[in-house]
T-cell receptor, first 113, second 114 residues
Framework: AQKVTQAQTEISVVEKEDVTLDCVYE???????LFWYKQPPSGELVFLIR??????QNEISGRYSWNFQKSTSSFNFTITASQVVDSAVYFC??????????FGSGTKLNVKP | KAGVTQTPRYLIKTRGQQVTLSCSPI?????VSWYQQTPGQGLQFLFE???????NKGNFPGRFSGRQFSNSRSEMNVSTLELGDSALYLC?????????????FGEGSRLTVL
């Protein structure tokens, strides 16, 4: 079965703290894609990153970084020096070639000033 | 470049009625996917269309249906509405070919069933 587990329902941090959002996935596909999306209060899901299953390189984009470990089926997301504007619900998802995505339940991040 | 446009943004229906939601994808995108988001079940895949053909379907009853037109615009329909159908319905578009599986989401249509 395909499944994404985001065990952290809600996280609260103070601005400038680093925070890591955990994601563990299950899939039967040999080729798959992993994603992180951000959902601000407006409701629109904003794409953050895509990672192919055969590319385990970690990635850094500004204050954001992602750690993909196929051996543990994890794709964790770290925000460095968090800001109030980072407050949102973050979703991890696993998908296949035909755009069938399985989303985790989301982690609500509260960044307090 | 215009994003994914969903209409209507908000609507209220009563049990037993039907509803049609519309989605206009990003220009050049041929794949449109639909998701239902509820507080209890989270984001759940409904179906995906590519070049007017349904390629994938989630585990929803037959009351949920969709279609895609030649211009890639898509509609989804829910018949015989139930209270549990109250949700945010999100549409996403992508190029839809192989690795270009990056989904771009619209702001959603929030359906309330009374």
């Amino acid at each position: 079965a395909q499944k994404v587990t985001q065990a952290q329902t809600e996280i609260s941090v103070v601005e400038k703290e680093d925070v890591t959002l955990d994601c563990v996935y299950e899939t039967r596909d040999t080729t798959y894609y992993l994603f992180w999306y951000k959902q601000p209060p407006s409701g629109e899901l904003v794409f953050l990153i895509r990672r192919n299953s055969f590319d385990e390189q970690n990635e850094i984009s500004g204050r954001y970084s992602w750690n993909f470990q196929k051996s543990t089926s994890s794709f964790n997301f770290t925000i460095t020096a968090s800001q109030v504007v980072d407050s949102a619900v973050y979703f991890c998802a696993v998908g296949n070639n035909f755009n069938k995505f399985y989303f985790g339940s989301g982690t609500k991040l509260n960044v307090k000033p | 470049k215009a994003g994914v446009t969903q209409t209507p943004r908000y609507l209220i229906k009563t049990r037993g009625q039907q509803v049609t939601l519309s989605c206009s994808p990003i220009s050049g995108h041929r794949s449109v996917s639909w998701y239902q988001q509820t507080p209890g079940q989270g984001l759940q895949f409904l179906f995906e269309y590519f070049s007017e053909t349904q390629r994938n379907k989630g585990n929803f009853p037959g009351r949920f249906s969709g279609r895609q037109f030649s211009n890639s615009r898509s509609e989804m329909n829910v018949s015989t509405l139930e209270l549990g159908d109250s949700a945010l319905y999100l549409c996403a578009s992508s190029l839809g070919q192989g690795e270009e599986g990056e989904l771009f989401f619209g702001e959603g249509s929030r359906l309330t069933v009374l």
